[in-house]
C-alpha cells in the first residue's frame, strides 16, 4: 500500500484530498495544526485502519516513522481573513514549513507536490495568466504575507529540485469552491451565500466589475491526482477558466438562494486582484485535464452543504483558537 502525507488534511482541500487518496487506496497520514482547519472535516475517516491523524505545525521539525511515497504540501492559511490575520505564520508555513517537508521528502525519497496559488501572479497584467508569467505582486502590501510566501515555497521547491534531484510538483490553484469551505472565511462566494442564508444585503467590493473564476473542488483534486502522478516538475496551473464578474456572480447568488436581499457596494480592499482567469493548456496538454462540473452544478452542491450547517455555524463569527492565540 503507498503511503502519503497530507498537510492541511483537517483544511478545505486537505480533506478532500484525504477522501481522494483513501479512496485510490493509498495509506494516508494526514497532518494539521488545526489554526484553520476542523477536525469535524476528517472525523469521518478516524475509523479507518488506513488513516492517521498527526497534530502538528509544520513549521516546526517534521517527522513521520517509516517509509513515504507522496507528500501533498496544503497546510497554509488561504483566504485573505485568515493571512491577514495570522501573517507571520502565513510567511512561516509557506517558507520554513515548505522548507522541513522538502528536506522529509528527501530523507524518505519521497516525490513532494506543493500547494501554489494564482496569487503569485498577484494583481496580473496579462489576461488570462499562463503558467509563464512572472506576476505583478506588492511584496510589502498586505496580501504580500501570502504572495510571497507561495513565491519563496515555489523558488525553494524548484532548488531542491535542481540541487537535490528530487522529484517535486507545483500545483498552483485558482479559486476552487465546494463543501466543507467555511462560512467567514471571507471569500466571495461563501460570503454570498452566507449572507444570503442569514438574510442580510450581499456586499460586493468596489463596482462588482472585477472578475474571479471558481472551480469546484473534485475538478481540482482530479487534476492534483493527475499532475502527482505525472513527470512534470514545473508549476501548473489548475482552475476554471469560466470568468464572471462579482456583480453578475452577485446575481447569480441571489438567483439560486432565492434571498430577497439587495447588493450593496464596499470599497475595494488594498491591492484586490482585479481579474483572475487560468490559461488552463498546459493542464489541457500535459494531464488531459480541464473541469467537467459547471459553476450552476457546483454551486447547487456547494448550496446544499452551507444550508445543511447549524445556526451556530452560520452565525459564527470567530475563528478557531490556537495555542491560546484567539483568531477572530
Ligand atoms: N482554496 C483555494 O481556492 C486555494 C487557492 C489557491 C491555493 N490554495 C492553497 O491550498 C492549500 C489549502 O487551502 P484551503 O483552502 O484548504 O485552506 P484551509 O484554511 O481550509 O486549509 C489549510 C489547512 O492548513 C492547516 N495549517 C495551516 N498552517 C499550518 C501549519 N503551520 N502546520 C500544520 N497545518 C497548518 C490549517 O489548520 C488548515 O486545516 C493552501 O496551501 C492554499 O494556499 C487554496
Redesign the pocket.
Known amino acids: 500500500m503507498k503511503k502519503v502525507l497530507i ?2 488534511a ?5 480533506s478532500h484530498l484525504c477522501d481522494r487518496f483513501i479512496k485510490e487506496g493509498y495509506h494516508v497520514i494526514g ?7 476542523n477536525l469535524s472535516n476528517i472525523e469521518h475517516l478516524f475509523k479507518l485502519k488506513n488513516f492517521e491523524f498527526y497534530h ?4 516546526k521539525f517534521v517527522h513521520v516513522p517509516g517509509e513515504l511515497d507522496y507528500i501533498l504540501h ?6 485573505p481573513i ?1 493571512y491577514l490575520k495570522i501573517p507571520i ?1 502565513t510567511l512561516k ?1 509557506g517558507s520554513l ?1 515548505t522548507h522541513n517537508l522538502l528536506g522529509l521528502a528527501k530523507a524518505k525519497k519521497a516525490r513532494i507536490l506543493v ?1 501554489s ?2 496569487e503569485v501572479y498577484g494583481d496580473p497584467t496579462v489576461h488570462p495568466q499562463t503558467e509563464g508569467y512572472w506576476g505583478n505582486v506588492n511584496p510589502i502590501g498586505p496580501r504580500g504575507v501570502y504572495d510571497e510566501a ?1 513565491r519563496f515555497q515555489e523558488a525553494i521547491t524548484m532548488a531542491y529540485h535542481r540541487y537535490h534531484g528530487l522529484e517535486t510538483r507545483i500545483i498552483r ?4 469552491y465546494g463543501p466543507r469551505m467555511r462560512l467567514n472565511d471571507g471569500r466571495v462566494l461563501p460570503a454570498f451565500i452566507g449572507q444570503a442564508l442569514r438574510g442580510e444585503d450581499i456586499t460586493v467590493f468596489g463596482d462588482g466589475s472585477q472578475t474571479r473564476s471558481f472551480c469546484y473542488v473534485d475538478d481540482l483534486v482530479e487534476g492534483i491526482y493527475r499532475l502527482l502522478l505525472s513527470d512534470f516538475a514545473e508549476p501548473v496551473n489548475i482552475g476554471n477558466p469560466d470568468e464572471i464578474s462579482m456583480l453578475d456572480f452577485a446575481a447569480e447568488i441571489i438567483k439560486l438562494t432565492g434571498t430577497n436581499q439587495k447588493v450593496v457596494f464596499e470599497p475595494l480592499p488594498k491591492d484586490d486582484p482585479k481579474q483572475r482567469q487560468p490559461d488552463i493548456s498546459l493542464a489541457r496538454k500535459l494531464l488531459g485535464w480541464e473541469p467537467k462540473i459547471d459553476r450552476a452544478e457546483g454551486l447547487k452542491r456547494t448550496y446544499a452543504y452551507f444550508k445543511s450547517l447549524s445556526p451556530d455555524e452560520l452565525y459564527k463569527k470567530e475563528h478557531n483558537t490556537f495555542e491560546g492565540y484567539i483568531v477572530k
Open positions: 498537510t492541511g483537517a483544511g478545505f482541500l486537505g497532518m494539521d495544526n488545526l489554526i484553520t482547519g502538528h505545525d509544520v513549521s496544503f497546510a497554509s492559511p488561504a483566504s485568515d505564520q508555513v514549513g500547494a496559488t494564482s507561495k490553484i485558482f479559486n476552487t
